[in-house]
């Protein structure tokens, strides 16, 4: 007979959670997830392949526990007069983000988003033994500053989440809304720049902020912009005790020395991935402009994705065009669904499945 959750001595502030996922489905084009789904270019490939084919000769060690390297590379990324020491790196960003909450968060502390959002947030805080506490936004997912200050400092959280540009809406987030933010709370603000790529030429990074606020962290992922999902990278820029926290509860060794190999190989070719994101930005205002036409409505995107509402039964639309071969994303957020810019082909499959559906009402 096989067991359940139900029948094992699980936490019991776990119970009836459900895991994080996305559905996955072996469809002709998937745009569900917000991959970058351009696959790596070849040079950048081959440099990857020699990298990790150097680093396999010492496989037998331990990879260098502080990847020095690979922190190096991350701040000239990022620039800003930025060093190694205000830089962290992990397993994906959400690896990230788990351990600052690990290190900020925890029991009898609070962590605060504003809704809707990443939906991973809340699962981290839960899981690291926190209290979620979801804030509001506009009627157009925006946020401004006064409003953002007056909801952090009702709720006293001890970490803040803001997601810059925000997922799973698009929302551009201004600097003036982190740093009143940040004057709002004692605790720890976390921005959470997963797609600040895709934003348009000349838009400032938090990064900026960061001189003189001890308390100010900027994540970042290699997820998106460097087509590296499968890679499992993410990275922080942070005031070195930051670091310095985070070196308590990460997991002895927990960069692989391949991990560190390649993504040290890709941040070398930055540049040829930036032109990649400069076509997924293209893809992207297509899409936007499609959907409009076809009488919904996108929302101002900053990402690789569009979120579009005035779709009258999410999910047989996106039954529809699942059986047309197509993968979206329902957020949950009522009468809108999500799609990913993918190459020009895929945009363009998702785009006539879309008005093979028929027009929003």
Known sequence: MTASLEDLPLRDDLRGL????????????????????????QEVADDILDAIAIALREVNRYPDREFTALREGFADYLGHGLTADQIWAANGSNEVLQHLLQAFAGPGRTAFGFAPTYSMY???????????????????????????????????????????????????????????????????????EAYQEFAPHGTPSAVTLLPGRERLVVSRTMSKAFAFAGARVGYLAADPAVIDALRLVRLPYHLSALTQA????????????????????????????????????????????????????????????????????????????????????????????????????
């Open 18 to 41: 459900a895991p994080y996922g996305a559905p996955q489905a072996p469809l002709p084009v998937a745009l569900n997830v917000n991959e970058n789904t351009h696959p790596v270019p």
């Open 122 to 192: 809340p699962l981290l805080t839960r899981a690291t033994g926190a209290t979620w506490v979801a804030g509001v936004r506009g009627a157009d997912f925006t946020i401004d500053a006064q409003d953002a200050a007056s909801q952090i400092s009702a709720a006293s959280p001890d970490v803040v989440f803001l997601c810059a540009p925000n997922n799973p809406t698009g929302t551009p987030l201004t600097l003036d809304v982190i740093e009143a933010a940040y004057d709002a709370t004692d605790g720890i603000v976390i921005v959470d």
């Open 262 to 361: 390649a993504a040290s190989a890709a941040l070398r070719h930055a540049s040829t991935m930036m032109r990649m994101v400069d076509d997924i930005r293209e893809q992207r205002d297509r899409i936007s402009a499609t959907v409009e036409a076809l009488g919904y409505r996108p929302y101002e995107s900053w990402t690789n994705f569009v979120l579009f509402g005035g779709v009258e039964d999410p999910a047989s639309t996106w039954k529809a065009l699942y059986d047309r071969g197509v993968l979206i994303r329902d957020v949950g957020i009522p009468y809108h669904l999500r799609v990913t810019a993918g190459t020009a082909d895929e945009t363009t499959a998702f785009l006539d499945a879309l008005a093979s559906v028929g027009s929003a009402s």
